[in-house]
Structure formats: structure tokens, C-alpha cells
């Protein structure tokens, strides 16, 4: 959205006179019914810009350092800038390295939701447009960066880089006080005064997000002694806790999404991983995760109600895949060093395939179109390679590769119900299967 990087640049240059370590919040809000709260009272060098325009958005900063980091340069730049109405936007940015976090969220439509987490030197970028699409992102470590791009209908975005969802610490406050932390009679942090309730969440029977109503139920805050402030109920997760983790470093996650109730889950753990996604379908689910090292996913999914499943582990490892297909699935897992798959399921309806490499130097290229047929390739060794072309209908190919240097080249299609077995367990073993019409069976075992 060229409006938003223009409103982004000048708004920058209003930081560019900022005085060093101090904390500066600018709001501006237009129209009806916005609600921004800027939390800059645990650190000394926020910088926090919030323009709302439309009906009722709002937008939550929270910006933390440490006392001794902020001599070395720590500063938090976080920019919302929304139209449209009912959008929320939420940014939590905990600098405790020596460089900055930055966040820029651009939002334009309605029934929009962004959420940013930040524990270290990193940077998101998020820029929603249309109806309903909600973006997570969660980082953890140094120069990674995240962009989510969304324009389309009811889409969801999450982006984990270096978290570990499922373990959660409690935030130790600097001075030895707790941060955006609630126990047992502490003070309220992003509460009203004179025990105004404060909600910044969906919740059953709360009538508010971010507002201010005696006697709504009060989430992301502390209320009276609770336990959890600013928190996640439906996760249990609440932002008095921060994700804990081997963190992530230089790691990068682009998401572009459009078309209609489509999902994509990112998490990357190690260093210089990068994952770019491109979703255009309706009702399609990408699940990435990268672990280790300089691994590489791209793909792009413009089917319908679709799955793709991508693990890669190790180190130099990298992805390919294109699926444009009907209620089908792609299953990938590398655990190794210097594997490659090159995946393509086009114009699939109810396909499936399964691929699966071990080791090191393996190289899998497989395509498969048509409909309800199935691929199962295994390789597990080095070196081992394996060329797939399936088309036709109701086909199956099952391919075991353990060991080293073997070979398979297979072309299937034309017909349907044929199957092509192949387990070659033997180093440098080669085969090559041509099969065409309909109801063939080729076993091959070496």
C-alpha cells in the first residue's frame, strides 16, 4: 500500500530529531470510538508513533528495556498506522540486547489483528488489507526479520522465529522488579485508575477491546492480585511470560497471502533460515518449520482446502514446492545436510505425496497431477536421487532409496490404477520404470 509507506517515511522523519535515550510517543486519532495505549515506563529509549483513522481501532504499545543496555544504544521503533474499523493492533517489544527492536504495522479494512512479540534485535512488518485476516508474530533472538503481506478474506498468519511456543518463563523485571508481569498485589499495568476494568481481548460477554467498562471482565491486565496481566487465556500464555528458546539469528519470514480463509504457521529455530510463502488460494494450510541452519523453503499454494506440511532440519537443506490442487496434501521432512526437493502438485484433486529424506546430498524432484493418486518416496543415505512424474488417476508409486549413489527415474500417467513399487537397498543401484495405460504393476527390488 504506497499510502502507507509514504505515511511510514514521513512519520520516520519525525524520529530522526529524537533525542537519544529518552522515550517519545506520538497519537494521533480521527473519527469515532479509537482507543491506543503507549506503555513506556519500563525502559528509556521507545519511540512510539500510533495514527488511527476510521471507527473504533485500536492499539496497544508496549515498549521494555533494561537500564544497562540503554547506554549502548537500545531503542524501540514501533509504528501503527490503521483505517477502516474494529482493527486491533498489539506490539510488545522487549529490548534486551544492544540493538533495537523495530516493528511497522499497516493496517486497512476491518476486523483486522496484529500481534507482535519482540525479545531482542529484530524486525516485523506487517500489512494487512481487507476483511477478518489476523497476523502473530514472535521473535526471539537477533536480526531476524518478518514481513506478512495480506489481502484477502479471513486469513491467518503465524510467524514463531526462535520461541519455543510450548515453553513459556516468567519476566524478571529490571531493578528486580517484574515487567508487564502480575503477581499477588502488584500495581496495575495498562489499567484505569479507580478500578475501571480493562478489556484488550476477545472474550465472551465483554462488550470492549482495549476500552474501559465498570464490570467487564478484564483481560491483558492485572485485576485485584490476579496472576496474569495483558495474558492469553485460551493459550495460557499470558504476556507476564516470555517464550523461551535457543532464539534465532538472522533468520528471515515472508508471507504473502491472499484469497480466502487460508492459514500458514512459520517457526524457525537457528540461524540464517529463510522462508518465503505465497498463499492465493481458498481454505488452504501451510505448517513450516525450519531447525538448524541456512535452510531455504519457497513455495506458493493457490489450490482449494489444501494441506502442505514442510520440517526441514540440519543445516543447508532447501524446499521447493508448488500445489495447486484440490483437497490435497504435500508431506515433506529433510533431517540432514544439503538435501533438496523440487515438489509440484498441480491440478491434483485428492492427491497425495509423501516425501521423505535422511542424510546428506540427496536430491528429490517430483510432480505429480491427476486424480486420487498417491507418492511415497523415502531416501534415506547420500547422494541418492529420485525423478517422479505422475499423472492419470487412482496411480500410486511407493519408493524406498537407503543407502547411497542410487538412482530412480520414474514417468507414470495416461491411465489409472497402476502401481510402481521400487526398494533398492544397494550402493549406486539404478531404475528406470516407463509405464503408461491402465491396471500396470512394476515391482523392482535391488
Not at 509504528?79 to 486491533?88: A, P
Not at 534486551?96 to 534485535?121: C, K, P, T
Not at 462488550?207 to 491486565?221: Q, T
Not at 491440478?347 to 516425501?355: H, I, P, Q
Amino acid at each position: 500500500m504506497n499510502t502507507k509507506l509514504l505515511a511510514s517515511t514521513a512519520l520516520a522523519a519525525i524520529f530522526a530529531a529524537a533525542p537519544a535515550f529518552a522515550n517519545e510517543s506520538l497519537i494521533t486519532q480521527t473519527e469515532i470510538g479509537h482507543t491506543a495505549t503507549v506503555d513506556q515506563a519500563s525502559g528509556v529509549a521507545g519511540y512510539s508513533v500510533t495514527t488511527q483513522k476510521g471507527v473504533s481501532n485500536t492499539a496497544f504499545v508496549e515498549q521494555i528495556d533494561a537500564s544497562d543496555t540503554a547506554s549502548d544504544g537500545v531503542a524501540n521503533d514501533s509504528l501503527i498506522d490503521q483505517d477502516g474499523s474494529d482493527n486491533i493492533a498489539d506490539v510488545v517489544q522487549d529490548a534486551l540486547s544492544e540493538d533495537a527492536n523495530v516493528s511497522r504495522v499497516f493496517q486497512d479494512g476491518s476486523d483486522l489483528m496484529a500481534s507482535v512479540y519482540q525479545l531482542g534485535a529484530n524486525t516485523s512488518k506487517i500489512d494487512q488489507a481487507s476483511l477478518g485476516n489476523v497476523a502473530e508474530v514472535t521473535q526471539m533472538g537477533e536480526l531476524n526479520d518478518s514481513y506478512i503481506l495480506q489481502d484477502g478474506l479471513e486469513g491467518t498468519v503465524t510467524v514463531n522465529q526462535g520461541a519455543d511456543a510450548s515453553a513459556w518463563v516468567p519476566v524478571e523485571g529490571h531493578g528486580g522488579e517484574e515487567v508487564h508481569a502480575g503477581e499477588e498485589g502488584a500495581e496495575e499495568a495498562h489499567a484505569d485508575e479507580e478500578g475501571a476494568e480493562e478489556a484488550h481481548a476477545d472474550e465472551e460477554g465483554a462488550d470492549e477491546e482495549h476500552a474501559d467498562e465498570e464490570g467487564a471482565d478484564e483481560e491483558h491486565a492485572d485485576e485485584e492480585g490476579a496472576d496474569e496481566e495483558h495474558a492469553d487465556e485460551e493459550e495460557g500464555k499470558p504476556s507476564a511470560w516470555r517464550p523461551s528458546g535457543s532464539g534465532s539469528y538472522g533468520s528471515i519470514s515472508t508471507v504473502y497471502q491472499s484469497g480466502e480463509d487460508n492459514v500458514a504457521n512459520i517457526f524457525q529455530e537457528g540461524n540464517y533460515n529463510i522462508s518465503m510463502l505465497n498463499q492465493a488460494g481458498y481454505g488452504d494450510t501451510a505448517n513450516i518449520a525450519q531447525s538448524g541452519d541456512d535452510n531455504d523453503f519457497d513455495g506458493f499454494q493457490a489450490g482449494t482446502a489444501s494441506n502442505l506440511n514442510v520440517t526441514q532440519i540440519g543445516f543447508y537443506n532447501s524446499a521447493y514446492v508448488v500445489q495447486t490442487s484440490y483437497d490435497s496434501l504435500i508431506d515433506l521432512s529433510q533431517d540432514g545436510e544439503y538435501n533438496i526437493a523440487d515438489l509440484t502438485q498441480n491440478e491434483a484433486d485428492v492427491g497425495t505425496m509423501t516425501v521423505t529424506q535422511v542424510g546428506g546430498y540427496n536430491d528429490a524432484t517430483v510432480l505429480q497431477a491427476g486424480e486420487d493418486n498417491l507418492i511415497d518416496l523415502l531416501q534415506e543415505g547420500y547422494d541418492n536421487i529420485a525423478d517422479i512424474d505422475q499423472t492419470g488417476s487412482s496411480s500410486t508409486i511407493d519408493v524406498d532409496q537407503m543407502s547411497a549413489g542410487g538412482l530412480v527415474k520414474i514417468v507414470q500417467g495416461g491411465g489409472s490404477d497402476n502401481e510402481i513399487t521400487i526398494s533398492q537397498m544397494s550402493t549406486d543401484a539404478v531404475a528406470h520404470v516407463y509405464q503408461t495405460g491402465s491396471g500396470n504393476i512394476a515391482t523392482v527390488m535391488q
